[in-house]
């Protein structure tokens, strides 16, 4: 009885150390929280905890614009490297079921027939064997099973348990990449169309103060360095126009691919945006000023690094294991005969059972070699979790400060247009009642132009802006229950 006892607690014991969150230098309210203990779904950051901030999945719907939400779903369901990332999903999930399956039993079957005849000139010390043929009819199940009594298959399980759950949060980290890629896709692309706009209307104004002046020149009124200096302005805007056409080309093709479309849509499809910037201008989501208190849970990367880090460490368990006997039972029960209508009876009927242990000997440090290899591969994957750590709380408050920043901009870019367009209303009423020249018509024309191209960038840069922002923080927010 105490043997079978410490059979089982021997079984219930792992070598190799157990996985302990690393100690991390983290801001005044933001905690610390370990995935072994703390893994969440994307929807279920305590919704009804005032102390958290609840995930949003479709925080995109706060730009309230159904073709960037059509987009994106689009995206959700057709992306390659989102496709890649669930098929990911399915090996590692196939290679946990295979490492689990060699914690139990297995038993393998036979069944032969071996017709035999021996020869005439193999012989005893008296007489020669007769060369007879007979049959030999069999049939066996053996019955295999490794004791884990040092956790070596365990943690062969753990690595791999944790190996399957950096790919499921992996899906979600490209899930999150998409969605703000898609977003910024959209965006640019918005942009892209204003600007075309705006540039096609400098480089008209362009040409009717090149014909003014060509006219001037030819009368002798102007010199023709002024004439030359207006046809370089005019090829230059033509220049940009052109510059701008191209962006817009490769802009819906990166686009279309993002949104998973196929090759024959990419060539034929285009996309037509009917929204401008300026309708967003209207939008005032509530954005956090500060970390989130949960970052490191609702940050994907750093996630899938503690995870690598787990893998890591139960891998040292693994090749320590070496060290100790590895001790396997078998059973062996089977049906033999040399004719086949006597084969189920009794009589045929054979079995055996044991067990063995086997262990290193004399191996010249070869497992020793092996658990220095894993502490190391350990040690980097530490390493490495703190460096994605460093890097998320870096990207977060960069965001939080661009978005700061990019909304001010914004508002001076707009404020900026709107005094132009004033300037150009008022300019246009003096050139209607001929109080002022067409060319100084077109430059305050063209100032205009220019002042909107600004603005649609500012707008641009701010919107973008939120997006990152989104995606620093691992996703959306819902104002309900957030505390930041």
């Given at each position: 009885?105490?043997?079978?006892?410490?059979?089982?607690?021997?079984?219930?014991?792992?070598?190799?150390?157990?996985?302990?969150?690393?100690?991390?230098?983290?801001?005044?309210?933001?905690?610390?929280?370990?995935?072994?203990?703390?893994?969440?779904?994307?929807?279920?950051?305590?919704?009804?905890?005032?102390?958290?901030?609840?995930?949003?999945?479709?925080?995109?719907?706060?730009?309230?614009?159904?073709?960037?939400?059509?987009?994106?779903?689009?995206?959700?369901?057709?992306?390659?490297?989102?496709?890649?990332?669930?098929?990911?999903?399915?090996?590692?999930?196939?290679?946990?079921?295979?490492?689990?399956?060699?914690?139990?039993?297995?038993?393998?079957?036979?069944?032969?027939?071996?017709?035999?005849?021996?020869?005439?000139?193999?012989?005893?010390?008296?007489?020669?064997?007769?060369?007879?043929?007979?049959?030999?009819?069999?049939?066996?199940?053996?019955?295999?099973?490794?004791?884990?009594?040092?956790?070596?298959?365990?943690?062969?399980?753990?690595?791999?348990?944790?190996?399957?759950?950096?790919?499921?949060?992996?899906?979600?980290?490209?899930?999150?990449?998409?969605?703000?890629?898609?977003?910024?896709?959209?965006?640019?692309?918005?942009?892209?169309?204003?600007?075309?706009?705006?540039?096609?209307?400098?480089?008209?104004?362009?040409?009717?103060?090149?014909?003014?002046?060509?006219?001037?020149?030819?009368?002798?009124?102007?010199?023709?360095?002024?004439?030359?200096?207006?046809?370089?302005?005019?090829?230059?805007?033509?220049?940009?126009?052109?510059?701008?056409?191209?962006?817009?080309?490769?802009?819906?093709?990166?686009?279309?691919?993002?949104?998973?479309?196929?090759?024959?849509?990419?060539?034929?499809?285009?996309?037509?945006?009917?929204?401008?910037?300026?309708?967003?201008?209207?939008?005032?989501?509530?954005?956090?000023?500060?970390?989130?208190?949960?970052?490191?849970?609702?940050?994907?990367?750093?996630?899938?690094?503690?995870?690598?880090?787990?893998?890591?460490?139960?891998?040292?368990?693994?090749?320590?294991?070496?060290?100790?006997?590895?001790?396997?039972?078998?059973?062996?029960?089977?049906?033999?005969?040399?004719?086949?209508?006597?084969?189920?009876?009794?009589?045929?009927?054979?079995?055996?059972?044991?067990?063995?242990?086997?262990?290193?000997?004399?191996?010249?440090?070869?497992?020793?070699?092996?658990v220095r290899e894993a502490e190391a591969v350990r040690d980097q994957a530490v390493v490495a979790y703190q460096q994605v750590v460093q890097g998320a709380f870096k990207e977060a408050i960069d965001?939080?400060?661009?978005?700061?920043?990019?909304?001010?901009?914004?508002?001076?870019?707009?404020?900026?247009?709107?005094?132009?367009?004033?300037?150009?209303?008022?300019?246009?009423?003096?050139?209607?009642?001929?109080?002022?020249?067409?060319?100084?018509?077109?430059?305050?024309?063209?100032?205009?132009?220019?002042?909107?191209?600004?603005?649609?960038?500012?707008?641009?840069?701010?919107?973008?802006?939120?997006?990152?922002?989104?995606?620093?923080?691992?996703?959306?927010?819902?104002?309900?229950?957030?505390?930041?």
């Amino acid at each position: 009885m105490r043997s079978l006892f410490l059979v089982f607690f021997l079984s219930a014991c792992a070598v190799g150390p157990d996985y302990k969150p690393v100690e991390l230098d983290l801001p005044a309210g933001v905690k610390q929280s370990s995935a072994v203990s703390q893994r969440k779904e994307a929807v279920s950051l305590h919704a009804h905890d005032s102390d958290q901030a609840h995930i949003a999945l479709d925080w995109w719907k706060v730009f309230k614009d159904p073709m960037l939400e059509t987009l994106i779903a689009h995206g959700l369901e057709y992306n390659q490297d989102l496709l890649k990332a669930t098929y990911r999903i399915d090996e590692a999930r196939a290679q946990l079921g295979y490492t689990q399956a060699n914690q139990f039993p297995s038993i393998d079957g036979t069944a032969a027939f071996v017709r035999t005849s021996n020869s005439e000139r193999k012989h005893s010390f008296t007489t020669p064997l007769p060369s007879i043929p007979y049959n030999d009819y069999s049939m066996s199940a053996l019955l295999s099973y490794e004791i884990d009594l040092w956790g070596r298959l365990r943690r062969a399980t753990e690595a791999a348990r944790a190996t399957l759950m950096a790919e499921e949060i992996n899906r979600d980290l490209v899930r999150l990449v998409l969605i703000a890629d898609i977003a910024n896709g959209y965006f640019n692309l918005q942009a892209l169309d204003q600007k075309i706009d705006f540039t096609q209307s400098v480089v008209k104004s362009y040409e009717e103060s090149y014909r003014y002046e060509y006219e001037q020149a030819r009368l002798g009124a102007i010199p023709l360095t002024d004439m030359y200096q207006m046809r370089a302005e005019l090829e230059s805007s033509r220049v940009a126009l052109s510059v701008l056409m191209q962006s817009r080309q490769e802009q819906q093709t990166a686009l279309a691919v993002l949104v998973g479309e196929t090759p024959r849509e990419i060539v034929e499809h285009s996309y037509k945006v009917k929204r401008k910037m300026q309708d967003y201008a209207a939008l005032s989501p509530i954005l956090p000023k500060m970390l989130p208190s949960d970052l490191l849970e609702r940050r994907p990367d750093i996630q899938i690094a503690e995870q690598n880090l787990i893998a890591a460490n139960a891998q040292i368990g693994f090749v320590k294991a070496d060290y100790f006997p590895k001790i396997s039972l078998s059973s062996l029960i089977g049906l033999d005969s040399t004719q086949s209508s006597t084969l189920l009876k009794r009589s045929a009927r054979y079995w055996n059972a044991g067990g063995s242990a086997t262990m290193p000997l004399l191996e010249f440090g070869r497992t020793s070699s092996q658990v220095r290899e894993a502490e190391a591969v350990r040690d980097q994957a530490v390493v490495a979790y703190q460096q994605v750590v460093q890097g998320a709380f870096k990207e977060a408050i960069d965001a939080l400060k661009a978005e700061e920043h990019a909304k001010m901009g914004s508002q001076n870019a707009l404020a900026s247009a709107k005094s132009y367009a004033e300037t150009l209303r008022l300019i246009k009423l003096r050139y209607d009642a001929g109080l002022i020249r067409q060319l100084d018509y077109l430059i305050i024309q063209r100032g205009y132009d220019q002042s909107g191209i600004e603005a649609i960038n500012a707008e641009l840069t701010y919107l973008s802006s939120i997006v990152n922002l989104y995606k620093a923080l691992g996703g959306g927010w819902s104002n309900a229950n957030r505390h930041f």
